[in-house]
């Protein structure tokens, strides 16, 4: 009887104990279902987005080391058809197309085929001379442009990566602040740039792989202040736009998880850097 | 209506509180009511008995929590009626609860001390406060409201076992606590 007794004696507890246990406020299962399955469907559609961005990514970089391919071989065909004093462009031409096009039935066609041989040729001269005799046409300008990014790109696989540069010294900590607008390179980085430069034939043999600390002005309650981005949490979205920015601008850089900007920069990027008057930028190996 | 508005007509001697707490309440003390004698006309004897005593106490009582002071009325009465009728033959449910319930009770020593029923259930909601909120409210469903363990799994939407394993460790925690405060029934 004494388990009865104690059972009896749960009248005694609390009302609002009675009370409470009366509505509880527990999430029906159903919502949790639903809210799992709301859950998968949002990662697969994230996945669906991610592997859609990735694939596009990799068509367009195939298509632009495709493209240098055919206009190479296209280069290739072109010299050895001014060599043998034939019409070159006409040649190409009747490899591409198809006989009755190139048999002067249609005009037009022709007039169209000899100007996009033209901006082929103008490519082929871009592509052996580096860049000046494709801005003949403003017409050609945003192909040349792509194959001009595609031809750096083309030539960045071929660099060698600088990582370090041990023969400078230890890692070392500079505390220097770039002026807005400037960049400031560690030492050891300088002397490495300095050596490997000395070295290489071309001026994209050598790249190297670098940490960029950003500097720009954060507001606060007692106004605007210069400070070091990569040290504070607001500077997060200022890091991400400039890492938008120079994305843009073409150069190899990603952001880390941490927010930290890191990329691969050739002495020519680094010589030609397009730095935002509004930040200050310190270029640095990872190990400094 | 609100609970307020029901305590008022019942001060106020309307018929009409009875009605309106019976629309409100009288689902639950019945079944309540059922947990404890298993049988309907019974039951409905205690859930009307019930709505009599509240009738008899307000004026001049007038409880903060409405519901909790019906069902404990409703409880006292299925349980007075549960003695009167099964002193001999006991309930199923009684019995299973009864056990169950056993296990929390310390083991009797030397300096064994008698409480009243009142401090025990003052040490029991003590030790309840201190309890996650989903694993008090398991545990007076099951032994305040002695809802069966499948009724309380639906009325928390998780299963059976997980239930069980609540009220397990409840069960546990409840006989240290009991021991700790020095209760022996």
């Known amino acids: 009887m004494r388990g009865k007794d104690l059972l009896e004696c749960m009248e005694h507890i609390d009302d609002a104990l009675i009370e409470e246990a009366l509505h509880p406020v527990i999430a029906p299962r159903q919502h949790i279902r639903t809210a799992r399955w709301g859950m998968a469907a949002a990662c697969l559609f994230v996945a669906g987005i991610s592997a859609a961005a990735l694939w596009s990514h990799r068509n367009i970089r195939e298509e632009a080391s495709g493209g240098i391919d055919n206009e190479v071989a296209m280069s290739m065909t072109a010299e050895y058809s001014t060599d043998v004093g034939t019409e070159g462009a006409e040649n190409i031409n009747e490899k591409n197309q198809p006989a009755e096009a190139s048999a002067g039935s249609a005009q037009p066609d022709v007039m169209a085929d000899k100007a996009e041989n033209e901006r082929k040729d103008a490519v082929m001269d871009d592509l052996a001379s580096g860049g000046t005799a494709a801005e003949k046409t403003e017409s050609d300008n945003a192909g040349v442009e792509d194959m001009k990014s595609a031809t750096q790109e083309a030539l960045k696989i071929n660099y060698t990566e600088i990582h370090d540069y041990s023969a400078a010294g230890s890692a070392s900590s500079d505390d220097a602040v770039p002026e807005k607008g400037t960049v400031l390179y560690y030492q050891r980085l300088q002397k490495a740039i300095e050596y490997y430069s000395a070295q290489e034939k071309d001026a994209t043999d050598y790249a190297y792989a670098v940490v960029i600390e950003l500097f720009g002005d954060i507001g606060t309650d007692t106004g605007s202040h210069y400070v070091h981005l990569n040290q504070t949490d607001d500077g997060n979205e200022l890091v991400e736009q400039e890492y938008r920015r120079l994305i843009e601008l073409g150069y190899s850089v990603r952001l880390s998880e941490d927010f930290l900007l890191m990329g691969t920069f050739t002495k020519e990027e680094f010589d030609t850097f397009d730095a935002c008057p509004e930040y200050g930028y310190v270029f640095r190996f990872e190990n400094d | ?185």
Not at chain 2, 125 to 152: A, C, G, H, N
């Open chain 2, 1 to 185: 209506m609100e609970d307020n508005e029901i305590i008022e007509l019942f001060w106020q001697r309307s018929q009409q509180a009875i009605a309106e707490t019976d629309g409100k309440y009288g689902g639950r003390l019945q079944s309540l009511s059922m947990n404890i004698l298993h049988d309907r006309e019974d039951a409905e004897e205690c859930v009307n008995d019930t709505y009599h005593a509240t009738w008899n106490t307000l004026p001049p009582q007038r409880p903060n929590y409405f519901f909790a002071y019906l069902a404990k009325l409703a409880r006292n009465f299925s349980f007075g009626k549960y003695d009167y009728y099964h002193a001999q033959k006991r309930n199923v449910t009684v019995v299973e609860l009864s056990d169950e319930i056993e296990n929390c009770i310390p083991s009797p020593n030397d300096l064994e001390q008698k409480m009243d029923s009142k401090e025990i259930g003052r040490i029991i909601s003590e030790f309840l406060y201190t309890q996650p909120p989903e694993m008090r409210m398991v545990f007076v469903r099951r032994y305040w409201y002695m809802e069966s363990v499948k009724d309380i799994s639906l009325a928390f939407h998780s299963s059976e076992s997980k239930v069980k394993s609540i009220l397990f460790r409840m069960r546990n925690r409840l006989r240290e606590h009991l021991e700790k405060e020095g209760v022996h029934l």
